[in-house]
């Protein structure tokens, strides 16, 4: 094996340990939301994706929409606590299908 293969070999395994962590982290944040959330807001609303330490969430309503906003601070502050690390920035929330 040449040098480049060598570094190509190194950087695909780097590259592959950081996908873990952000997958791990990723998982982590949605099993938060999960147990610590409350039933209501949980059966008006779904996670869509976490990208970039963003929750990205669908709501049935926009005033489900208002609810998420509203609580969004102590919901971040909640799901940070319990990883012990800033795991999450921020939540957007957007209407659509659950």
């Known amino acids: 094996m040449n ?3 060598k570094l190509e070999v190194t950087v695909n395994k ?3 340990n950081i996908s873990k962590k952000l997958d791990n982290k ?3 944040i949605i099993g938060l939301w999960k147990a610590n959330i409350n039933e209501e807001i949980k059966r008006n609303t779904s996670i869509d994706i976490v990208k970039d330490k963003i929750l990205y969430i669908k709501a049935k309503t926009p005033a489900w929409i ?13 799901i940070n606590n319990e990883a012990k690390e800033e795991i999450l920035k921020d939540i ?3 209407l659509g299908d659950i």
């Open 14 to 16: 780097v590259i592959g």
């Open 66 to 78: 208002y609810e998420v906003k509203n609580k969004k601070k102590k919901i971040i502050d909640i």
């Open 92 to 94: 957007k929330v957007k």
């Open 26 to 28: 990723n998982k982590v």
């Open 3 to 5: 040098k480049e293969e």
